[in-house]
């Protein structure tokens, strides 16, 4: 068990020093700039033109939408990058050579595209939080509401993961993977207007499902309204229980493919 | 011109068994699927027919998805000189760094091509299973015609980003970047300054109304600029500076 823990440690190590000077960080980065900008300037200017509709709500809602195009593609980008140095280097028959086992070294990829993308998500939590309060919003920051939305924001992001890792690793070639990530973004968008049944297949459907603001319609006027947290609960760990038997299934493929 | 017939012949001698017609294929149907459904759903809502099918369609096709399929394309022509050592062998060939840019420019104009093609007929299907009967719009082949130009314009500038870019999907996420900032563009009146929002403009997917002739030639001038000039400066980067081979 030590032994298991410390190779562990020794992968997650290698995964970071693997990615210096790989520009990641500044690509994920740029990818969430463009998606705040994007945010803050629909919302801005929803909230000039409707003052009476300014709030957290419709803020967290907007981009609870736009994570359903971007975060699937960044997630793809992301982990496109961190596997596929060990298909262009050739090095995954160095890498099994090491005394850590296929597995450990799937989940050190896993783990390091994790947590770049739920650092992503917390830049932009708190640019939501900056956004609001520097344009004078009326209710102080609903820090349960953005917490609820970091979290079904980052779930979603991890059962995406999995997908893309077991398809960046599985298939070198990695224009599929980043067509997936395409496909994703465009499914993450979408979802909303697909039926019950089809959304609860697709887990890109979870960037908007799992937002803690729920957005109707009525007649042209869009009206918001916080979701029960009990409600989600179920769904999340339908999403939860999905990713780990893709990143299982994935890490059960890889590992027994020859070299 | 032997050589660059040489040398596009070599491009699609290594397309051969790459299965990147899945990648154009499944967009553009994925595009319509869904497009088409909402239509058909709102179609008392969506009543100008054809018209109101290609707002629904051509919106995310134009808007995000064909740009970062573009942007595909375009990083997968440069991904057999990336790996392992052939750039080395590649600025041996006795072709020019022109020849090999312009190569792959044209190759991946031909795969857009058959794109919008496909795009357009997927179209056609869906409007005949939603129970359109009028004639086709007029401007259709106006649409097509002017997104695949501004296609070549955006191809050009994502070859030149992958022709420097050694990560497959780095470029991807800046022709992502690209498209918001384009769709940016267009909100603020400048859509005729910028390949992504020439996209926008040049398909009609936001606004059918078509473009005066004085913009049409402003259109036609800076698509020209956005071919022209990534890859002079790609070429000429080739021409003096030396390769980097390693990953």
Known sequence: MKLAMRNMRTALGLEWYKLRRKRLFGMVLLLMLAEIAWGCT????????????????????????????FMPIAAAVCVSRICDMEHKGNTWKLLLTLNAGRGALYAAKYVTASIIMTAAVLLQALAIAAFGAVNGLEQPVPLLLLLRFFAGTVLANMAV?????????????QAFALALGMIGGFFGIVADLMPRGVRAMLIWSSYTGFSPVTQTFAGETAQFAVRDMGSLLPAMAGVAAAGAVIYLAGCFHVSRREG | MNA????????????RHSRIWIILAILPVISVLIGGFNFSMNQGVLTKEWYSLWSQVGLFYGEFFFPVLIAIVCAYMWRLEHLNKNWHL???????????????????????????????????????????????????????????ISALSISSLQLAISALVRSFAAPIGIGL???????????????????????TVGMGVLSQTGLPRGELALYLAMNGLY??????????????????SST
């Not at chain 2, 660059?4 to 397309?15: G, N």
């Not at chain 2, 071919?227 to 980097?244: E, F, K, N, Y």
């Open chain 1, 42 to 69: 629909a919302s801005g200017m929803s909230f000039s033109r409707h003052p009476e509709h300014a709030g957290w709500e419709p803020l967290l809602a907007m981009f609870a939408s736009m994570n359903g195009l």
């Open chain 1, 161 to 173: 993961t999995a997908v893309q890792q077991w398809i960046s690793l599985a298939v070198p070639n």
């Open chain 2, 4 to 15: 660059l017939k040489r040398c596009i012949a070599a491009e699609w001698l290594k397309l």
């Open chain 2, 90 to 148: 590649i600025m041996t060939a006795p072709v020019s760094a022109a020849h090999l840019f312009l190569a792959k420019w044209i190759v991946s104009g031909a795969l857009l091509l058959m794109v919008q093609l496909f795009f357009s007929l997927l179209y056609v299907l869906a409007g005949m299973m939603a129970g359109i009967t009028s004639a086709l719009p007029a401007e259709l082949p106006g649409w097509l015609a002017r997104g695949w």
């Open chain 2, 177 to 199: 970047c690209a498209s918001f900032l384009g769709l940016g563009m267009y909100v603020f009146d400048l859509g005729l300054y910028f390949p992504h929002s020439l996209l």
């Open chain 2, 227 to 244: 071919m022209a000039a990534p890859g002079a400066w790609v070429i000429r980067r080739r021409r003096t500076s030396d390769v980097v």
